[in-house]
Structure formats: structure tokens, C-alpha cells
């Protein structure tokens, strides 16, 4: 199984969380699931996706750069 862990930061939690909510069609378009989301120290948030179609992922990911959103994102293998 794949996954994906992103990392980006948001001052403001809840209107990160709105916004990632209403682009919910888009990811699952992208054929991602959302396993995970934690907020971490210094505005950080992780989310963790499985991924089901990695090229999709990587469109979708493409997409996110293109419209400024700054993140990081690793695909991970289960080891």
C-alpha cells in the first residue's frame, strides 16, 4: 500500500481545515483518502493520505504547488 504525508503550516487551523474540506471532491478525485491529520508545533500540519492511483496523486499534488499552497510531500511504501 502507498500512502502520502504532506506537511504545509497554516497560522490560522480552522480556515486550513475549512479550505481542506471544500477541496474534499478534488482529493478524493485524486484518488486519495484522508487517514490522518495532526497539527504539530509552529502553525505545522501533516495529513496522511492513502493513495490508490499515484500518477492522480501526483496531478493533484502538481496542482497544489501551481496554486501556491507551499507543502511538502513524501509517498511512503509500507515496509
Same mark, same amino acid.
Given at each position: 500500500?502507498?500512502?502520502?504525508?504532506?506537511?504545509?503550516?497554516?497560522?490560522?487551523?480552522?480556515?486550513?481545515?475549512?479550505?481542506?474540506?471544500?477541496?474534499?471532491? =478534488?482529493?478524493?478525485?485524486?484518488?486519495? =483518502?484522508? *487517514?490522518?491529520?495532526?497539527?504539530?508545533?509552529?502553525?505545522?500540519?501533516?495529513? *496522511?493520505?492513502?493513495?490508490?492511483?499515484?500518477?492522480?496523486?501526483?496531478?493533484?499534488?502538481?496542482?497544489?504547488?501551481?496554486?501556491?499552497?507551499? *507543502?511538502?510531500?513524501?509517498?511512503?511504501?509500507?515496509?
Amino acid at each position: 500500500m502507498t500512502q502520502l504525508l504532506i506537511q504545509t503550516s497554516a497560522p490560522d487551523y480552522a480556515a486550513w481545515k475549512s479550505a481542506f474540506d471544500a477541496e474534499a471532491e =478534488n482529493i478524493a478525485a485524486a484518488s486519495l =483518502n484522508t *487517514l490522518q491529520i495532526w497539527k504539530g508545533d509552529q502553525n505545522a500540519i501533516l495529513v *496522511l493520505f492513502e493513495v490508490h492511483n499515484r500518477k492522480n496523486a501526483e496531478a493533484w499534488l502538481a496542482k497544489q504547488s501551481a496554486l501556491g499552497h507551499a *507543502l511538502t510531500a513524501q509517498f511512503l511504501q509500507t515496509a
